[in-house]
């Protein structure tokens, strides 16, 4: 991976979950979000509305569906900018954990994601982060 991408990527990595861990400190949860490297450099939010949220209830939202919007905007606009990251929630089954998925890609190709497990501690209620761990992904913004 060219050095330039991999700071790129690293430079959403962090921001990715650095946001999403400021928003679960906050507000308990966060919705599903992209940020992009635009062609100048400038990080930038990207962010969607649930489809349900016009209803005005606050249900479960449908949050494979802004995954898909996201990647849908993203893949719209791409010309604007030369790396993308998509952050959400999710849950991990084998440890039996929610976390932080960031999942970044270049338009030259390059692709990196990763987890950052998290739970509330049982005692304080404050969350505690587990390690990073590097995981897969697949393309979704560079792909024709």
């Known amino acids: 991976m060219p050095d ?3 700071t790129d990527l ?4 962090g921001t990715g979950v650095g946001a999403a861990q400021e928003q679960l400190e906050r507000n308990g949860g966060f919705l599903p979000f992209a940020l992009v490297v635009q062609n100048d450099g400038e990080v930038r939010l990207v962010a ?10 606050d249900a479960d939202f449908d949050a494979d569906a802004m995954i898909r919007d996201l990647h849908e905007l ?7 900018f030369r790396a993308a990251a998509v952050v959400c929630d999710i849950t991990l089954l084998e440890e039996d954990s929610d976390a932080i998925h960031v999942a970044a890609e270049h ?12 739970a509330a501690n049982a ?22």
Request: hydrophobic fraction near 40%.
């Open 107 to 118: 338009q030259d190709g390059s692709l990196f994601a990763a987890v950052l497990p998290y």
């Open 10 to 13: 690293e430079n959403l990595l």
């Open 74 to 80: 993203l893949r719209q606009h791409r010309e604007e």
């Open 48 to 57: 969607v509305t649930p489809a349900d949220a016009s209803d005005g209830s």
């Open 123 to 144: 005692g304080t209620h404050e969350l505690e982060f587990g390690q990073l761990a590097a995981d897969t992904n697949e393309p979704a913004v560079w792909v024709d």
């Open 4 to 6: 330039a991408s991999a």
